[in-house]
Nanobody, 125 residues
Framework: QVQLVQSGGGLVQAGGSLRLSCAAS????????MGWFRQAPGKEREFVAA????????YYADSVKGRFTISRDNAKNTVYLQMNSLKPEDTAVYYC??????????????????WGKGTLVTVSS
């Protein structure tokens, strides 16, 4: 069992930056691939970024590539999402999630085994 506790988020102006954090319980954090997803009002939950057990080979949705950076610190059992150059269309509830396997370029919400409770990011224009 993995419990994920999220922090960060809030209100920011377009062009600004935010960093989300997700702290995991348990001693097996380093064995999970970690991901970030988001869900805007009236839309389905969509993939944002994923990172492997070792922190190598991060993978991003095209919509955030070059603006967002996913990273992890296995010593702290924490995964991060640094979001720069934010746009109003980035407004959503952001969720961190853990997966027992790496899905390469085919990430979807159904792949994930554990979820955080979500944190709201609002980008004003």
């Amino acid at each position: 069992q993995v419990q994920l506790v999220q922090s960060g988020g809030g209100l920011v102006q377009a062009g600004g930056s935010l960093r989300l954090s997700c702290a995991a319980s348990g001693r097996t954090f380093s064995s999970y691939a970690m991901g970030w997803f988001r869900q805007a009002p009236g839309k389905e939950r969509e993939f944002v970024a994923a990172i492997s057990w070792s922190g190598n080979s991060p993978y991003y949705a095209d919509s955030v590539k070059g603006r967002f950076t996913i990273s992890r610190d296995n010593a702290k059992n924490t995964v991060y999402l640094q979001m720069n150059s934010l746009k109003p269309e980035d407004t959503a509830v952001y969720y961190c999630a853990a997966a027992r396997r790496w899905y390469g370029g085919s990430w979807s919400a159904g792949n994930m085994d554990y979820w955080g409770k979500g944190t709201l990011v609002t980008v004003s224009s």
